[in-house]
């Protein structure tokens, strides 16, 4: 069953600039395929569901991908609260969302709402506010990070690819040119990377301009207590502390 989720931009009819129906259709399939890669949701296609004119109301949907929809919806509703990226969002979701909104009131648009869910939320000038908050660096410092390299792009220049978190946290890792074949080879591996990390106002990391990296190190195995031997060694040479507290309770 499809699940779409809809874009109305509300005005007079014949007065809603065609431009920016189309930004706002390139933006929603940002947004959408953005949250599908964040959710491990890539397969099926987003297809149009509803297109309308007058109010220009776009609908798009995926039959596989009814988690997307969940991340968006939620998603706003967090960031209409708290000037931060929401929970799994990445820096392209929230710069679709502020692109959306901030076609209230330009070239014929009265008003912008998203649905979801049956349940519509207005993309407003606060909500535009609050993603530009989110996304503007407001402190830089030295620091490192452990994560998977994934998604790689380059637009105009910029070289950069996105790093999922050993705490699910999501960052944009910007390097030079002459780092680009060391990255490549480093695609879907564990990594630790250092350098200039990028925060927002409410802490979150945002961005690391690349001075290094390395492939990162196994992680150390936690041993469960009732496998450690030889704490009780004087007494009962061998066993271990599973042994000796199960022998002790009888």
Not at 65 to 79: H, K, N, R, Y
Not at 146 to 166: A, Y
Request: aromatic content about 2%.
């Amino acid at each position: 069953m499809n699940n779409p989720i809809e874009v109305t931009l509300h005005g007079e009819r014949g007065q809603i600039a065609a431009d920016a129906v189309q930004e706002t259709l390139a933006q929603l399939l940002v947004l959408v395929k953005e949250g599908g890669k964040v959710t491990g949701t890539t397969s099926g296609v987003w297809v149009v569901d509803r297109l309308e004119l007058g109010s220009a109301v776009m609908a798009i949907s995926n039959p596989v991908a009814p988690g997307v929809v969940t991340l968006i919806d939620s998603g706003i509703a967090a960031l209409r609260e708290v000037a931060e990226l929401p929970q799994m969002w990445n820096l392209k979701m929230v710069t679709a969302v502020r692109k959306m909104a901030r076609l209230s009131g330009q070239r014929g648009v009265e008003s912008v709402s998203l649905k979801a869910h049956d349940v519509e939320q207005e993309l407003d000038a606060r909500v535009a506010l609050q993603a530009e908050t989110a996304l503007t660096t407001k402190e830089e410092s030295l620091g490192s990070v452990r994560g998977r390299l994934d998604t790689w792009s380059s637009r105009r220049g910029t070289q950069q690819v996105g790093m999922t978190l050993d705490d699910g946290g999501l960052l944009q890792v910007r390097y030079t040119n002459d780092r680009a074949s060391e990255i490549m080879a480093l695609l879907d591996r564990e990594v630790e990377a250092w350098g200039l990390v990028e925060r927002n106002s409410a802490g979150q990391r945002l961005r690391l301009k690349l001075e290094g990296l390395a492939v990162a190190p196994p992680k150390p195995r936690i041993v469960p207590v009732h496998e450690v031997s030889g704490i009780y060694a004087d007494l009962w040479p061998g066993a271990t502390a599973s042994d000796v507290l199960g022998e002790t309770r009888t």
